[in-house]
């Protein structure tokens, strides 16, 4: 078969135009191994190859290169076409791909969820010459249709009524099959949408005609365009949605925890209301400890297995004891009175029930041909998290480094423990049922909301736990001597400590990313929306030394750390051991630690200096006076502790652990005791240092790290992508993020212009995520309370309401705040369900402190908090739900 390239670009002199794709003919997608065009003339760049009779489809496309390298290649979006008899040749007439201005609408949110396309089963049409335009239109709604007109009676003589239905089989890109002998050129064209049920004309695209002159077709041939973007000019699509933790729903249903059932019924409310969009935490297994600590669910113990607390165990199957089923029935129900989650309980009682049904019908499941899809299609990270679970049990500890011979993950060991003979199997296996329990339940709900038109949106974490599944198998990737964590910002003031390990990036882009690409790929399965869990972290990490518990002591990793000459040419008379050994004058003491300020000095600090003190060794790192402190909660012991902490803390500079001779100025450090003992000229040189350390000297460099990490990530993907970029914000995170099209957050209390208290809400980018709160911070109710005089600002100049602020946040007060959320720019506003569930009096939590979900100053917490009533109660809740549903509607979401 012959295959011929034709596609208009022009170049200038050196650069070459290449096709690469998926046949040997066309390099396999190794760039090297690409073909040449031939040039022609104006423009046109042509192409002819034999390809093997058997090709049944070839996917392919252009890039420019200078001296044998690629500059510039078509956006990821490849051309595709089908090879079918009786055609021997194949003619195709492509336009060059560029990024268009409106990814968010390829990606698989509006494809296969808000505006997906039923269609019925291709018939192809029966002619000898066929003539084929494909055009990429991903506004085209769900009820409505892509036609084409023009000159030709075939698509119309210019009525919108006999225009011709183009096919969505493959949406966003639609296409229409003609024959080439009712064609007379040039062909003028157009394309209009249509009202799918009554063929009523919705719009034209707008601007002059498309013409196409192209030479006679012959016998036999097939003849494509593709290529083509279908102009629009219409208004910003806007949507809203809830976002929730898994584990804090709750149905009648449920077992003491929100489980993958009760994510299903929360659909329906979903829809109910109006909104599109359901956003979940993570849902990775967290099991570390077995105990409440594991309820973190940041600190993945893998980053592809589901937790196995939602598994809802009804749909999974019944006891057929009855005894076991009696038993466990109470315990449902007592599980299910409490207020929130008691992660041990509910762990207990349900995998008990699990081991109980596997026991009953496990090998029936494990020898269907449905586990066996499962099983192949996932074994890569199947098998050794199972063998990382069972060898956790058995050591009885998650840190791999105490696992004696299994301390280093081995493939062959790994392989020996998974044979059906060995004695590690029945406990293996029942993890392997688990899995396909919960990723079987979990498609399932996937495809429900995929069917109803609600996009799911999952969490990615930006770590992982350092005693997970993934770095005992893959240590290569990870950095273990520091801890991921985050700068002082409004979470914390001593900032963030998540203890995970930070990653080798370079490691991780010698192998292209493909960890990342695989972990991507993993949660599309499941999700259509992603949240990228402080994306910042791609541009850089704060990264925290092993000896500190606290953020306050990490620097930036990468960054470009500053060497004594560049210290001192700010004016800083740089001395190290002054700079960079924490402590403290004896002046500041009693301001510590009070009535124990004698006491903690004879005992835990040695004397520098006739005026100043260190730490003793005893107790000279952070980890050691938390270890110190373990289990003491007395006044004196968390006094002591506390000040001893501050004074870890007290240096100016952190030398760089991987520059030894080279520096990092102290986040903060303005409000540090050594930093009030600088004379005011050593002070205005030390201000001066900082801030072009921390907002000039890495724009550039952090610049550059995120497109490295995130172009290829984003473009791997079909999922529409959002990033998490609050905190300390580099310069260059708007610009990154506005041109790989992510989503940004934002935050009405939460600015990220200058000097501003609140956010400009009418300026909001379009592209963005809008809410009234996250997961870290205090819902509505609970902040009207925190400030009283931030509060009362708010009412007055935001709300523009006269007088003194209501003592509550009422439900007008809170349907107020919410409606002026759902009239901004943003693509989608994403409301809490607690925010939601203000605007009501009677459903409302009587209690607003009990709202909150997590608090990040506390660096071991319980996320235990579960919505209040029963998602059965709240579908029944017609007046809250029809305040909802009129709010988003009257706000122009849809």
Same mark, same amino acid.
């Given at each position: 078969m012959k295959v011929s390239f034709h596609i208009n670009f022009h170049t200038v002199w050196g650069q070459k135009l290449c096709v690469v794709g998926s046949i040997p003919e066309l390099g396999a997608w190794e760039t090297a191994l690409a073909k040449e065009m031939n040039y022609l003339e104006d423009g046109n760049w042509a192409l002819t190859l034999d390809v093997a009779p058997d090709t049944k489809d070839i996917e392919y496309r252009y890039f420019l290169k200078v001296n044998e390298a690629p500059v510039f290649e078509e956006w990821e979006k490849n051309h595709h076409i089908t090879l079918n008899k009786p055609f021997h040749t194949y003619t195709l007439y492509d336009y060059w791909q560029t990024r268009p201005a409106n990814t968010a609408f390829y990606s698989s949110a509006f494809t296969q969820s808000l505006f997906a396309h039923p269609y019925d089963s291709e018939q192809g049409m029966n002619s000898r010459k066929k003539f084929v335009i494909k055009i990429s239109a991903p506004r085209v709604e769900t009820n409505q249709s892509l036609a084409i007109t023009g000159n030709q009676e075939c698509i119309g003589l210019w009525a919108p009524e006999k225009a011709l239905t183009m096919n969505c089989r493959t949406f966003p890109e639609w296409y229409v099959e003609l024959d080439a002998g009712d064609i007379r050129f040039p062909l003028e064209y157009k394309f209009l949408v249509l009202d799918t049920d009554t063929r009523a004309l919705a719009y034209w695209e707008p601007d002059e005609n498309r013409t196409l002159h192209l030479p006679p077709q012959m016998e036999d041939e097939m003849v494509c365009v593709s290529g083509l973007s279908f102009r629009d000019n219409l208004p910003p699509w806007r949507t809203a949605g809830t976002v929730v933790p898994v584990f804090s729903l709750r149905s009648t249903g449920s077992f003491g925890v929100g489980d993958l059932g009760d994510l299903h019924l929360f659909i329906d409310w979903i829809r109910k209301t109006g909104q599109r969009i359901v956003q979940v935490l993570p849902v990775n297994d967290t099991t570390a400890t077995h105990t409440w600590t594991d309820s973190y669910p940041y600190n993945a113990v893998s980053i592809y297995a589901l937790h196995p607390m939602y598994i809802n165990l009804p749909r999974m199957g019944r006891l057929n004891n009855p005894e076991q089923a009696a038993f466990f029935a109470g315990k449902q129900k007592e599980l299910n009175r409490l207020e929130e989650v008691d992660y041990e309980a509910v762990m207990h009682c349900k995998m008990d029930y699990c081991r109980h049904f596997f026991e009953q019908e496990g090998t029936q499941w494990l020898e269907s041909k449905e586990f066996a899809n499962f099983f192949s299609h996932n074994r890569e990270w199947l098998i050794p998290y199972a063998v990382y679970a069972y060898l956790r049990? $058995?050591?009885?500890?998650?840190?791999?480094?105490?696992?004696?011979?299994?301390?280093?993950? &081995?493939?062959?060991?790994?392989?020996?423990?998974?044979?059906?003979?060995?004695? !590690?199997?029945?406990?293996?296996?029942?993890?392997?049922?688990?899995?396909?329990?919960?990723?079987?339940?979990?498609?399932? *709900?996937?495809?429900?909301?995929?069917?109803?038109?609600?996009?799911?949106?999952?969490?990615?974490?930006?770590?992982?736990?350092?005693?997970?599944?993934?770095?005992?198998?893959?240590?290569?990737?990870?950095?273990?001597?520091?801890?991921?964590?985050?700068?002082?910002?409004?979470?914390?003031?001593?900032?963030?400590?998540?203890?995970?390990?930070?990653?080798?990036?370079?490691?991780?882009?010698?192998?292209?990313?493909?960890?990342? /690409?695989?972990?991507?790929?993993?949660?599309?399965?499941?999700?259509?929306?992603?949240?990228?869990?402080?994306?910042?972290?791609?541009?850089?990490?704060?990264?925290?030394?092993?000896?500190?518990?606290?953020?306050?002591?990490?620097?930036?990793?990468?960054?470009?750390?500053?060497?004594?000459?560049?210290? %001192?040419? =700010?004016?800083?008379?740089?001395?190290?051991?002054?700079?960079?050994?924490?402590?403290?004058?004896?002046?500041?003491?009693?301001?510590?630690?009070?009535?124990?300020?004698?006491?903690?000095?004879?005992?835990?600090?040695?004397?520098?200096?006739?005026? @100043?003190?260190?730490?003793?060794?005893?107790?000279?790192?952070?980890?050691?006076?938390?270890?110190?402190?373990?289990? /003491?909660?007395? %006044?004196?012991?968390?006094? /002591?502790?506390?000040?001893?902490?501050?004074?870890? &803390?007290?240096?100016?500079?952190?030398?760089?652990?991987?520059?030894?001779?080279?520096?990092?100025?102290?986040?903060?450090?303005?409000?540090?005791?050594?930093?009030?003992?600088?004379?005011?000229?050593?002070?205005?040189?030390?201000? @001066?240092?900082?801030?072009?350390?921390?907002?000039?000297?890495?724009? &550039?460099?952090?610049? #550059?790290? $995120?497109?490295?990490?995130?172009?290829?990530?984003?473009?791997?993907?079909?999922?529409? *992508?959002?990033?998490?970029?609050?905190?300390?914000?580099? %310069?260059?995170?708007?610009?990154?993020?506005?041109?790989?099209?992510?989503?940004?957050?934002?935050?009405?209390?939460?600015?990220?212009?200058?000097?501003?208290?609140?956010?400009?809400?009418?300026?909001?980018?379009?592209?963005? *995520?809008?809410?009234?709160?996250?997961?870290?911070?205090?819902?509505?109710?609970?902040?009207? @309370?925190?400030?009283?005089?931030?509060?009362?600002?708010?009412?007055?100049? *935001?709300?523009?309401?006269?007088?003194? !602020?209501?003592?509550?946040?009422?439900? #007008?007060?809170?349907?107020?705040?919410?409606? &002026?959320?759902?009239?901004?720019?943003?693509?989608?506003?994403?409301?809490?369900?607690?925010?939601?569930?203000?605007?009501?009096? =009677?459903?409302?939590?009587?209690?607003?402190?009990?709202?909150?979900?997590?608090?990040?100053?506390?660096?071991?917490? =319980?996320?235990?908090?579960?919505? @209040?009533?029963?998602? #059965?109660?709240?579908? /029944?809740?017609?007046?809250?739900?029809?305040?909802?549903?009129?709010?988003?509607?009257?706000?122009?979401?849809?």
């Open positions: 049990d $058995a050591y009885q500890t998650a840190n791999f480094s105490k696992w004696g011979r299994d301390a280093v993950y &081995n493939k062959a060991r790994a392989m020996a423990l998974c044979r059906k003979d060995s004695e !590690a199997y029945p406990r293996i296996s029942f993890t392997f049922f688990l899995q396909f329990v919960l990723h079987t339940q979990f498609k399932a *709900v996937s495809d429900y909301a995929r069917k109803h038109g609600v996009v799911l949106k999952g969490d990615l974490p930006i770590g992982v736990n350092r005693n997970s599944a993934d770095v005992w198998t893959e240590p290569a990737y990870f950095h273990l001597n520091g801890q991921a964590g985050a700068p002082p910002d409004d979470f914390s003031v001593t900032g963030q400590n998540w203890t995970f390990p930070t990653y080798n990036w370079d490691k991780m882009e010698k192998n292209r990313f493909i960890w990342w /690409k695989k972990r991507f790929a993993h949660l599309s399965e499941y999700f259509d929306c992603l949240r990228i869990d402080h994306i910042l972290g791609f541009f850089r990490i704060w990264e925290i030394p092993p000896e500190y518990t606290e953020g306050l002591c990490g620097h930036f990793n990468p960054a470009l750390p500053l060497s004594v000459e560049e210290i %001192e040419q =700010y004016g800083v008379l740089f001395n190290k051991s002054r700079f960079t050994t924490p402590h403290i004058h004896q002046k500041h003491l009693p301001e510590l630690f009070g009535q124990w300020t004698n006491e903690v000095t004879a005992t835990c600090l040695a004397q520098s200096s006739s005026q @100043h003190f260190v730490l003793k060794s005893f107790c000279n790192t952070q980890v050691k006076i938390e270890d110190l402190f373990r289990g /003491k909660t007395d %006044e004196a012991s968390l006094c /002591k502790k506390n000040g001893l902490l501050h004074i870890a &803390n007290e240096v100016l500079f952190l030398q760089d652990p991987y520059q030894r001779d080279k520096f990092h100025p102290r986040i903060s450090a303005a409000q540090s005791f050594l930093y009030r003992e600088l004379s005011n000229s050593d002070q205005y040189a030390f201000n @001066h240092l900082y801030w072009d350390f921390f907002y000039r000297r890495h724009s &550039n460099f952090w610049k #550059e790290q $995120a497109y490295k990490r995130l172009t290829p990530l984003i473009d791997s993907t079909r999922m529409l *992508v959002c990033g998490e970029d609050l905190g300390m914000i580099p %310069e260059s995170v708007p610009e990154v993020i506005s041109k790989l099209q992510i989503l940004s957050l934002e935050i009405e209390r939460m600015p990220k212009q200058v000097n501003l208290e609140f956010s400009d809400m009418k300026h909001l980018p379009y592209l963005s *995520v809008c809410t009234t709160s996250t997961h870290d911070m205090s819902p509505l109710r609970c902040w009207w @309370h925190e400030d009283r005089e931030k509060t009362q600002r708010y009412y007055n100049q *935001v709300l523009q309401h006269a007088g003194e !602020a209501p003592g509550e946040c009422t439900p #007008e007060i809170a349907a107020r705040i919410i409606g &002026n959320h759902l009239n901004v720019p943003s693509m989608l506003a994403i409301i809490p369900l607690q925010d939601w569930l203000a605007m009501d009096d =009677y459903l409302k939590r009587k209690d607003y402190k009990t709202e909150r979900i997590n608090v990040p100053a506390h660096a071991v917490h =319980y996320w235990r908090y579960r919505m @209040h009533v029963a998602i #059965e109660e709240l579908l /029944k809740a017609d007046t809250l739900n029809e305040q909802i549903a009129s709010l988003v509607k009257s706000s122009g979401r849809k």
